[in-house]
């Protein structure tokens, strides 16, 4: 049997499809493939569009987040104990640079760890948000510390006006029990014993906040707070 005897394909990749399409690129671009399989080749100006509306999105996402983790007023990197939260890290060069800009924009000055350590309290020991026309009994003890100051603020961290004309109490002119443990009751109007002033003329939408400092302490980072007591803050009576 000679070559001749054998029939001839009529296609191949040297002659092409049989239907005289082509196997180039442009074929495989052509409108002969099925839709669902085709390539799709996008224009250039849709491309960059494409990027530049991505590039957009993911600012704007940046730009949100960082505000509102800024708007919130609470710094990261939390210690917690109980109500209360201390920033060890807050004033020393290993501070977020989140927590920076809350300082930074509310033109706070947070305590060095030389200096002392700053506990804040925006709820009491229940878990609910304090509320600057209710009383609030403070009890128990705090960790040692050469001087230590308790002050009321509104919950944007701003002194408020009091009827007495302070907002805060010093740990050397409180009333204490024999084992050494104290009772603030923080209220608007004057109460016998350890008395905190409130704001006299709050809305309960203005916010509290109470924040402790501890002069000259020696838990001034957040593995020496492991353990140790803090006060607690109960709720007594709202109007």
Not at 100 to 116: K, S
Request: glycine fraction near 10%; aromatic fraction near 6%.
């Amino acid at each position: 049997m000679t070559d001749q005897s054998l029939p001839h394909s009529t296609h191949g990749p040297e002659n092409g499809p049989a239907d005289g399409s082509s196997y180039s690129e442009a074929a495989w671009y052509g409108e002969k493939l099925p839709r669902a399989i085709r390539p799709y080749r996008s224009h250039p100006v849709r491309k960059l569009a494409t990027i530049a509306l991505v590039v957009v999105l993911a600012s704007l996402l940046g730009i949100s987040t960082a505000y509102l983790l800024i708007e919130r007023e609470q710094p990261l990197n939390a210690v917690t104990i109980g109500p209360w939260h201390a920033y060890p890290k807050a004033g020393t060069a290993d501070a977020d640079p989140y927590s920076v800009a809350i300082y930074t924009r509310g033109a706070v000055i947070p305590l060095a760890n030389g200096e002392g350590l700053a506990l804040v309290a925006r709820e009491d020991s229940a878990g609910h948000q304090l509320d600057p026309t209710c009383i609030y009994r403070i009890a128990g003890q705090t960790p040692s510390a050469r001087l230590w100051t308790l002050t009321a603020l509104d919950g944007k961290g701003h002194l408020v006006e009091t009827l007495p004309g302070r907002g805060n109490l010093v740990s050397s002119d409180l009333l204490r029990a024999q084992d050494g443990s104290f009772q603030i009751t923080a209220a608007r109007n004057p109460h016998s014993g350890n008395w905190l002033p409130l704001a006299a003329a709050a809305k309960a939408s203005d916010g509290l906040r109470f924040v402790l400092r501890l002069y000259d302490a020696p838990v001034t980072t957040g593995a020496a707070l492991d353990g140790v007591s803090m006060p607690l803050i109960e709720r007594t009576g709202c109007p």
